[in-house]
């Protein structure tokens, strides 16, 4: 492994940093939205980039099929990937690459220290991973989608969901690519009544707020990754769905009883405006909220 205090050091969560190796823009970013995980997509012309390390682990996916040579941590490799090619490298080992054709890849980059963090309590440690250079793995690409479908169609599910998935993909690439691997103790019975209770009530009297994980977590004392699981066996819903869902629930009230405006009840519920809103409401319940707004009105003002 190369000192990286010699080479050029990379953090693709930073534009004016990222366009050192990869000069044109993405055509989508996460911005800001998730702490702990970034997503961009590129869609870009042939290029070689310069050698280089980069400052967090990163999973790229093609996207579409062209060739690429690969040096990765003093190894080479030529290939041709095809749409769902996975390749894997964990932060400060050297590489460069070099592609003859447009390439189209998505690129997630997860923070060392949040994959520590997240999975302190089935790592016992320090974290190495095995550089991939060519694989298929469904779990890392279903969540990947998830989290590009959650840009593109304006979903903006927020801090929880974020979390959630770079949690379970923390998770999974501790699992499955880490040299040493994990000892996960299994969990069947959710969360105690009582912690259960703690939990489903300060997403109540939180649900205006971008709620996060860790504060999920911090309440009960455990682990992100235990957490999800937990919480999803004692209500058959992710935490973010299950936020989604009570926002979702309140603005329903609040357009059946009251007479403030979609806009006011949209931020009162923890939505961004009415657009988002409308998105998730419709999604939910099928209808939108003016519909189910004009609808209770008709039943409390017959003709």
């Known amino acids: 492994m190369l000192n990286i205090n010699d080479n050029l050091i990379i953090n693709l969560t930073d534009q004016n940093n990222s366009t050192q190796i ?75 690459l070099a592609w003859t054709s447009q390439g189209k890849f998505l690129l997630l980059s997860l923070d060392p220290k949040f994959i520590e963090q997240a999975t302190c309590e089935i790592t016992n440690r320090r974290l190495e991973f095995i550089p991939q250079f060519s694989i298929t793995d469904p779990i890392i690409l279903h969540i990947a989608l998830a989290l590009q479908a959650d840009i593109i169609t304006g979903s903006n599910t927020g801090k929880l969901f974020g979390e959630s998935a770079a949690t379970m993909l923390a998770t999974h690439l501790v699992k499955a690519y880490a040299i040493e691997k994990p000892i996960i103790k299994a969990y069947q019975d959710g969360l105690a009544k009582n912690k259960l209770h703690i939990v489903l009530d300060y997403i109540d ?99």
């Open 22 to 96: 990869l000069p044109n823009l993405p055509t989508i970013s996460s911005q800001a939205n998730w702490q702990s995980l970034f997503l961009s997509q590129y869609s870009h012309p042939p290029y070689k980039t310069p050698e280089h390390v980069l400052s967090h682990h990163v999973i790229a996916i093609a996207q579409n099929q062209f060739h690429l040579e690969v040096r990765k941590d003093g190894k080479f490799q030529q290939q041709l990937v095809n749409e769902g090619i996975i390749q894997i490298t964990p932060a400060k080992i050297t590489q460069s």
């Open 205 to 303: 009297t939180h649900l205006e707020q971008d709620i996060k994980l860790s504060d999920l977590a911090k309440l009960i004392e455990v682990n992100q990754y235990y957490f999800c699981t937990l919480f999803k066996q004692s209500t058959g819903l992710a935490p973010h769905k299950y936020l989604i869902q009570q926002r979702i629930k309140r603005a329903k009230t609040l357009l059946q009883n009251t007479k403030l405006s979609i806009a006011e009840i949209a931020l009162q519920c923890g939505f961004t405006d009415q657009s988002h809103l409308h998105k998730h409401f419709k999604r939910l319940e099928g209808i939108t909220p003016s519909s189910i707004r004009q609808y209770s009105k008709n039943l409390q003002n017959p003709s």
